[in-house]
């Protein structure tokens, strides 16, 4: 693995039955850039990021993280190994508030579980989520329940959590997805910023954002890789161009 | 004057009142009724183990009665056994149930949803018949008794449970201290961390937070109370018997659980005082009160699923907060108070 | 002693395959409405004392025979209606009012009907000359009406509109909705269904058995254990185990006690919950 990889897998593969989701995927994902991943509904993106946190056991292949195949740890290790994700259809801590799901995604980091100590009097951790709130923009909903967000709202929340866990490749999946022009700049904003120190990942299917951030570009296809490269690269690409590019998607 | 104050002065007078219970009620004339009382602390802890892991971390188990009779077992034996003093046996009573939940709950934990319900129960069962083979060692449905030693003894000075006052006072203390406890892990990061998982447990998982070790934690921590309310039923009972170890008792647990509102600090007492001291008002009114009780379950989750602490604090709310006059400001106000209806447990959010 | 451990086989097969119709009856409830009912063992001692008050009220067990499961089929439709489907907004609370269910139902018994056992009359009676014992022949006659049933359940459930109807639902119920199928009445019908089978098996039990209302506490662990250890989609899996765990214990009995066949039992249901909770036979599908 070279420096300047954020993430190395090789020959990742995984099987629904019948149906090969993902089929041997080789590729090395670059630090310090932002790298995008588009493709086709059902191209196998998310199973992808699912393999990757360990959600799903892969039936074949590497993924090398750090120097350390990640291949059979479970989601919570791979969390504490440095890599964050936010899901598809963003989920949240419905029933607590913002304050306090970014709190425990910050207790949880720095391995606090306490069993007689009131989570008050826990100031650094407190400090801490809140500096995370106000990055993403989310202070004026700091008491708020979760469950009451709007979803551009649980959008930002989510990524708060994935921040909150202070790591060093966070996958983003479809982060803009639902949002209004706004809201997508802002968070667009908020993602390039984050980029600057931490590697990204992101699945998107709106073209204009990866076209405006993404830095490298892998395009999947029914659970293989079709082809990798900078904008440029990958619109002359006649492959992709075939199989998938048209007017950009909105959500 | 705020819901909080409100609510911090309501539990000082429960406390009072708790502790003013056998002085004021023989003064009525009722002093049966501190026997009572005592018995609705003990039982109180049964279902705060089960309201632990239903309202707090989500899972619901149908077999804590099987805690409940090891902390039986744990003090009579070893009293039988060893002869060893009241608050040694209360110690290996609580001990032995928390190993038990323990080793059962390595394998029950890695279980959700209706399975775990399902195993809950088998693992209780599975003990409960070897309980009431093992009848040389156990007494079976009969069970063993034993005379409780002193629960003090300063030279000339004997503090026993014969006396009903000196036994309510005990089993008011063990069972304060224990929901003391449950409050301080409650509002930790530990009892967040309960939270996380039953709100979203993917979304624990994808933070970070063993979500299996974290529920076993609970399921050994709700071991201990229930192995607790056994111990003190033992000492109040003066004996132990395989009898209670039936999924009845798990299953009444439970139901004082939701009807006193799971997810809160107090419902528990608050279920099963109601449910006990209607017992005793109905059953010697009518014999077949069971089926009133039955009735009662079944209307509290169809229409009331947050039970008696749900009922309190929606009244709080109601006559406490003032519902600001700005659109803007009431709906940020309505955010904050929104609570979820409730599809995995009901839960009361415990605001600051 | 062969001659012991033979009957208690036979014994276990009789009683295996009337498990096998109740737990099929526990198995579409729970498959179809996510419900663990716990009042299922209950529905069974309903079928018990039914069949023996119709049958001595009447003089004849063939009329309870018709008669209770239909009763049952009534009365599973209205709990339904009235006490299943408003709580189902509480998924994870079904099991407390199906519990509260139970106790209403036992002490209902336990008030109409007195808390004395009693024992039933065989309908027919004598004995047949089976491999070297005398066995009774209504026993015989017990099982083949639950093989009967068996069969009937199950060509119902692939031979009719209705049964197919329940297995789509069962299968995938938002699929189901867009192919119009009414959903919400074929869970109620399910219910019904399940419910008068327990009914019925109750009946078919009854000149077997003591007859009293905690009857259905000792059933109930045995049928979930026929239905997590067959597999909970799989119907033919869970008579397989209905009967192989009936007469295991039989043969163990004879060895040991009937609460250690029934540790061992229970032990081996754990196992399978952790290991496979999807059932011991292929073919399981949920």
Same mark, same amino acid.
């Given at each position: 693995?070279?420096?300047?990889?954020?993430?190395?897998?090789?020959?990742?593969?995984?099987?629904?039955?019948?149906?090969?989701?993902?089929?041997?995927?080789?590729?090395?994902?670059?630090?310090?850039?932002?790298?995008?991943?588009?493709?086709?509904?059902?191209?196998?993106?998310?199973?992808?990021?699912?393999?990757?946190?360990?959600?799903?056991?892969?039936?074949?292949?590497?993924?090398?993280?750090?120097?350390?195949?990640?291949?059979?740890?479970?989601?919570?290790?791979?969390?504490?190994?440095?890599?964050?994700?936010?899901?598809?259809?963003?989920?949240?801590?419905?029933?607590?508030?913002?304050?306090?799901?970014?709190?425990?995604?910050?207790?949880?980091?720095?391995?606090?579980?306490?069993?007689?100590?009131?989570?008050?009097?826990?100031?650094?951790?407190?400090?801490?989520?809140?500096?995370?709130?106000?990055?993403?923009?989310?202070?004026?909903?700091?008491?708020?329940?979760?469950?009451?967000?709007?979803?551009?709202?649980?959008?930002?929340?989510?990524?708060?959590?994935?921040?909150?866990?202070?790591?060093?490749?966070?996958?983003?999946?479809?982060?803009?997805?639902?949002?209004?022009?706004?809201?997508?700049?802002?968070?667009?904003?908020?993602?390039?910023?984050?980029?600057?120190?931490?590697?990204?990942?992101?699945?998107?299917?709106?073209?204009?954002?990866?076209?405006?951030?993404?830095?490298?570009?892998?395009?999947?296809?029914?659970?293989?890789?079709?082809?990798?490269?900078?904008?440029?690269?990958?619109?002359?690409?006649?492959?992709?161009?075939?199989?998938?590019?048209?007017?950009?998607?909105?959500? | 004057?705020?819901?909080?104050?409100?609510?911090?002065?309501? *539990?000082?007078?429960?406390?009072?009142?708790?502790?003013?219970?056998?002085?004021?009620? $023989?003064?009525?004339?009722?002093?049966?009724?501190?026997?009572?009382?005592?018995?609705?602390?003990?039982?109180?802890?049964?279902?705060?183990?089960?309201?632990?892991?239903?309202?707090?971390?989500?899972?619901?188990?149908?077999?804590?009665?099987?805690?409940?009779? *090891?902390?039986?077992?744990?003090?009579?034996?070893?009293?039988?056994?060893?002869?060893? #003093?009241?608050? $040694?046996?209360?110690?290996?009573?609580?001990?032995?149930?928390?190993?038990?939940?323990?080793?059962?709950?390595?394998?029950?934990?890695?279980?959700?949803?209706?399975?775990?319900?399902?195993?809950?129960?088998?693992?209780?069962? *599975?003990?409960?018949?070897?309980?009431?083979?093992?009848?040389?060692?156990?007494? #079976?449905?009969?069970?063993?008794?034993?005379? =409780?030693?002193?629960?003090?003894?300063?030279?000339?000075?004997?503090?026993?449970?014969?006396?009903?006052?000196?036994?309510?006072?005990?089993?008011?203390?063990?069972?304060?201290?224990?929901?003391?406890?449950?409050?301080?892990?409650?509002?930790? =990061?530990?009892?967040?961390?309960?939270?996380?998982?039953?709100?979203?447990?993917?979304?624990?998982?994808?933070?970070?937070?063993?979500?299996?070790?974290?529920?076993? *934690?609970?399921?050994?921590?709700?071991? @201990?109370?229930?192995?607790?309310?056994?111990?003190?039923?033992?000492?109040?009972?003066?004996?132990?018997?395989?009898?209670?170890?039936?999924?009845?008792?798990?299953?009444?647990?439970?139901?004082?659980?939701?009807?006193?509102?799971?997810?809160?600090?107090?419902? =528990?007492?608050?279920?099963?005082?109601?449910?006990?001291?209607?017992?005793?008002?109905?059953?010697?009114?009518?014999?077949?009160?069971?089926?009133?009780?039955?009735?009662?379950?079944?209307?509290?989750?169809?229409?009331?699923?947050?039970?008696?602490?749900?009922?309190?604090?929606?009244?709080?709310?109601?006559?406490?907060?003032?519902? $600001?006059?700005? =659109? @803007?400001?009431?709906?940020?106000?309505?955010?904050?108070?929104?609570?979820?209806?409730?599809?995995?447990?009901?839960?009361?959010?415990?605001?600051? | 002693?062969? %001659?012991?451990?033979?009957?208690?086989?036979?014994?276990?097969?009789?009683?295996?395959?009337?498990?096998?119709?109740?737990?099929? +009856?526990?198995?579409?409830?729970?498959?179809?409405?996510?419900?663990?009912?716990?009042?299922?063992?209950?529905?069974?001692?309903?079928?018990?004392?039914?069949?023996?008050?119709?049958?001595?009220?009447?003089?004849?067990?063939?009329? &309870?025979?018709?008669?209770?499961?239909?009763?049952?089929?009534?009365?599973?439709?209205?709990?339904?209606?009235?006490?299943?489907?408003?709580?189902?907004?509480?998924?994870?609370?079904?099991?407390?009012?199906?519990?509260?269910?139970?106790?209403?139902?036992?002490?209902?018994?336990?008030?109409?009907?007195?808390?004395?056992?009693?024992?039933?009359?065989?309908?027919? %009676?004598?004995?047949?000359?089976?491999?070297?014992?005398?066995?009774?022949?209504?026993?015989?006659?017990?099982?083949?009406?639950?093989?009967?049933?068996?069969? &009937?359940?199950?060509?119902?459930?692939?031979?009719?509109?209705? +049964? !197919?109807?329940?297995?789509?639902?069962?299968?995938?119920? %938002?699929?189901? !909705?867009?192919?119009?199928?009414?959903?919400?009445?074929?869970?109620?019908?399910?219910?019904?269904?399940? !419910?008068?089978?327990?009914?019925?098996?109750?009946?078919?039990?009854?000149?077997?058995?003591?007859?009293?209302?905690?009857?259905?506490?000792?059933?109930?662990?045995?049928?979930?254990?026929?239905?997590?250890?067959?597999?909970?989609?799989?119907?033919?899996?869970?008579?397989?185990? &209905?009967?192989?765990?009936?007469?295991? %214990?039989?043969?163990?009995?004879?060895?040991?006690?009937? !609460?250690?066949?029934?540790?061992?039992?229970?032990?081996?249901?754990?196992?399978?919950?952790?290991?496979?909770?999807? +059932?011991?036979?292929?073919? &399981?599908?949920?």
């Amino acid at each position: 693995m070279s420096a300047g990889t954020a993430l190395s897998l090789s020959g990742v593969t995984k099987h629904f039955g019948g149906l090969t989701a993902v089929d041997g995927v080789t590729i090395d994902l670059k630090s310090r850039k932002l790298n995008a991943v588009i493709g086709p509904n059902g191209a196998g993106k998310t199973t992808l990021f699912n393999l990757i946190c360990g959600e799903i056991p892969a039936d074949d292949g590497r993924i090398v993280f750090n120097g350390r195949n990640l291949v059979g740890l479970k989601p919570h290790q791979i969390v504490r190994h440095g890599i964050s994700r936010t899901l598809q259809i963003k989920s949240v801590f419905g029933g607590m508030s913002v304050a306090d799901n970014v709190r425990i995604a910050v207790l949880t980091n720095r391995r606090i579980m306490a069993p007689f100590s009131p989570v008050q009097s826990f100031r650094g951790v407190t400090a801490r989520a809140n500096e995370i709130i106000e990055e993403v923009g989310l202070a004026v909903h700091y008491d708020d329940l979760a469950s009451t967000l709007s979803y551009g709202d649980v959008a930002l929340l989510e990524l708060a959590l994935a921040l909150a866990a202070e790591p060093r490749l966070l996958l983003l999946d479809e982060p803009v997805c639902g949002m209004g022009p706004e809201e997508t700049e802002r968070t667009v904003a908020t993602i390039k910023e984050i980029s600057r120190r931490i590697d990204v990942v992101l699945i998107e299917h709106d073209m204009e954002v990866v076209f405006d951030i993404a830095d490298f570009i892998v395009v999947m296809a029914q659970g293989a890789i079709l082809a990798t490269g900078t904008v440029a690269d990958i619109t002359a690409d006649p492959q992709v161009q075939e199989a998938y590019l048209g007017p950009p998607e909105d959500d | 004057m705020t819901a909080a104050y409100a609510r911090a002065l309501a *539990i000082a007078v429960l406390i009072v009142a708790l502790l003013a219970v056998p002085f004021v009620l $023989p003064a009525f004339g009722a002093t049966f009724w501190v026997s009572i009382a005592t018995e609705i602390l003990i039982w109180s802890l049964l279902a705060a183990s089960v309201n632990l892991l239903l309202g707090y971390v989500g899972l619901l188990s149908f077999g804590q009665a099987l805690y409940f009779g *090891i902390g039986m077992y744990g003090v009579a034996l070893s009293i039988n056994a060893w002869n060893v #003093g009241f608050w $040694p046996a209360l110690a290996i009573g609580i001990v032995a149930a928390s190993v038990m939940a323990l080793l059962t709950g390595v394998f029950a934990v890695r279980l959700t949803w209706h399975y775990f319900a399902i195993i809950t129960v088998v693992f209780s069962l *599975i003990f409960y018949f070897a309980a009431m083979s093992m009848k040389g060692v156990t007494g #079976g449905d009969d069970g063993v008794s034993f005379s =409780p030693p002193p629960v003090l003894k300063l030279g000339e000075l004997e503090l026993t449970l014969v006396d009903a006052t000196t036994q309510y006072y005990v089993v008011l203390g063990v069972v304060l201290a224990c929901y003391v406890l449950t409050a301080l892990i409650v509002n930790s =990061p530990l009892g967040l961390a309960f939270k996380a998982i039953r709100e979203n447990d993917r979304r624990a998982a994808l933070i970070g937070i063993n979500v299996y070790r974290t529920r076993l *934690i609970a399921f050994v921590i709700a071991g @201990a109370l229930a192995g607790t309310s056994g111990a003190l039923f033992a000492f109040f009972g003066r004996y132990a018997s395989a009898s209670y170890m039936f999924y009845h008792v798990s299953g009444e647990a439970v139901v004082w659980a939701i009807v006193g509102g799971a997810g809160s600090l107090l419902g =528990p007492l608050f279920g099963a005082g109601a449910l006990i001291v209607f017992r005793e008002l109905v059953s010697t009114l009518w014999e077949h009160y069971l089926i009133a009780v039955g009735a009662i379950t079944i209307c509290v989750v169809m229409f009331a699923p947050r039970g008696l602490a749900g009922a309190w604090n929606d009244a709080l709310r109601l006559a406490f907060t003032r519902i $600001p006059d700005e =659109p @803007a400001r009431r709906d940020a106000f309505d955010r904050r108070n929104a609570s979820e209806g409730g599809e995995a447990a009901a839960i009361i959010e415990e605001k600051r | 002693m062969n %001659e012991l451990v033979f009957a208690l086989a036979v014994n276990g097969l009789v009683w295996g395959l009337i498990i096998a119709l109740i737990a099929l +009856g526990l198995s579409i409830i729970f498959g179809l409405l996510d419900v663990i009912n716990v009042a299922h063992g209950d529905f069974f001692m309903l079928g018990t004392v039914g069949g023996l008050v119709v049958a001595t009220s009447t003089g004849s067990f063939w009329l &309870a025979l018709a008669v209770v499961p239909l009763i049952g089929l009534v009365l599973g439709a209205v709990i339904e209606r009235m006490v299943i489907r408003p709580t189902l907004r509480q998924a994870s609370l079904t099991i407390v009012t199906t519990f509260g269910l139970s106790m209403i139902i036992q002490e209902m018994v336990r008030a109409i009907y007195g808390p004395q056992p009693r024992r039933m009359a065989a309908p027919i %009676e004598g004995t047949v000359p089976l491999f070297g014992i005398d066995y009774e022949v209504y026993r015989i006659c017990a099982a083949v009406f639950a093989a009967l049933f068996l069969v &009937a359940f199950f060509l119902f459930l692939n031979r009719t509109k209705l +049964g !197919t109807w329940i297995r789509a639902v069962r299968h995938d119920p %938002e699929t189901a !909705t867009t192919l119009g199928i009414p959903v919400a009445q074929v869970s109620g019908f399910t219910f019904a269904l399940g !419910t008068a089978m327990a009914l019925l098996g109750g009946v078919i039990a009854a000149p077997i058995t003591t007859v009293e209302f905690r009857t259905g506490v000792d059933v109930l662990p045995f049928c979930f254990m026929a239905v997590i250890i067959g597999g909970l989609g799989n119907l033919q899996g869970t008579v397989a185990a &209905a009967i192989m765990l009936a007469v295991l %214990e039989g043969l163990v009995t004879s060895v040991t006690e009937p !609460t250690i066949a029934r540790i061992v039992s229970l032990a081996f249901m754990s196992v399978v919950l952790l290991v496979r909770p999807h +059932g011991l036979f292929a073919g &399981a599908t949920r």
